[in-house]
């Protein structure tokens, strides 16, 4: 099986290893820019995601990095000395005994491929609860009647954003959120149209915004990071301060 050989559960240390030094340098020079703009650590963050997601390409231009075997394995000479003082005949009497046996046992899978069975598995789950998430969104877009956007246009232009931004009710108890990274929408609850004008305007342009900075897909980004390394408590961080910085 491919998830038990031995070449893959190794590599997958590679890159956990590797995962590891990226996300402890973004929380560095996150620390460094404590007081810079929240942008400005956004951007580690994101740029931080992307490293992660692209560590596995990379990893066949990026040197390996070995557990030198000298450092675990006994010298020769001990190996000898034991081996010596074992009776030749205990030896053939193990043999015998061996052969006795019903059949070979089964080969014993490694530490490491059990590990990266778990790792495996995690993710797989995480992608399918992401999708689920996103059907549900999806599902919420497909049932929701538009909206007047009367303004939204003109807010649309103040930000430099070009392209249709529908403007749709989802229902009650909805959360102002923007969705869709190639055809955007901001979804409103139905108590919406009982909005004041000025606080209807200040949730459009914040959910415009993040349209405008394309946070949609680097929100993308960032989840796909963190399925891949959902393990790592780096990267639990980074996805809390990613979100931060962001709002």
């Keep these: 099986m491919l998830w038990l050989n031995g070449a893959f559960a190794a590599a997958l240390g590679g890159i956990a290893l590797k995962s590891i030094v990226v996300m402890a340098a973004a929380c560095v020079i996150a620390m460094l820019l404590r007081n810079a703009s929240a942008a400005r650590r956004h951007l580690v963050w994101t740029a931080a995601a992307a490293a992660l997601v692209a560590l596995p390409l990379l990893m066949t231009m990026l040197p390996k990095w070995y557990v030198p075997v000298t450092s675990v394995l006994p010298e020769p000479g001990v190996v000898y000395r034991v081996m010596g003082v074992v009776p030749v005949t205990e030896t053939a009497e193990g043999v015998r005994q061996a052969k006795a046996g019903s059949g070979a046992p089964a080969a014993a899978v490694p530490l490491g491929s059990w590990l990266a069975i778990v790792w495996v598995a995690g993710t797989a789950f995480g992608l399918l609860r992401m999708l689920a998430a996103s059907a549900y969104v999806a599902g919420m877009r497909r049932k929701a009647v538009p909206m007047d956007g009367e303004g939204i246009e003109q807010m ?37 149209s009982q909005w004041t ?17 394309g946070d949609l897909a680097t929100h993308l980004l960032g989840r796909i990071a963190l399925l891949l390394y959902w393990w790592n408590p780096l990267a639990w961080l980074g996805w809390r301060e990613f979100l931060k910085e962001r709002e």
Excluded at 164 to 183: K, N, S, T, Y
Excluded at 197 to 213: D, G, K, N, S, T
């Design 197 to 213: 004008a000025e606080r209807r305007r200040v949730v459009l342009l914040h959910e415009l915004v993040h349209v405008e900075r």
């Design 156 to 192: 649309c232009g103040l930000l430099g954003i070009r392209h249709r931004v529908e403007l749709l009710v989802a229902g009650d108890g909805v959360m102002p959120m923007a969705c869709g990274i190639l055809r955007p929408a901001i979804l409103l609850p139905a108590e919406a």
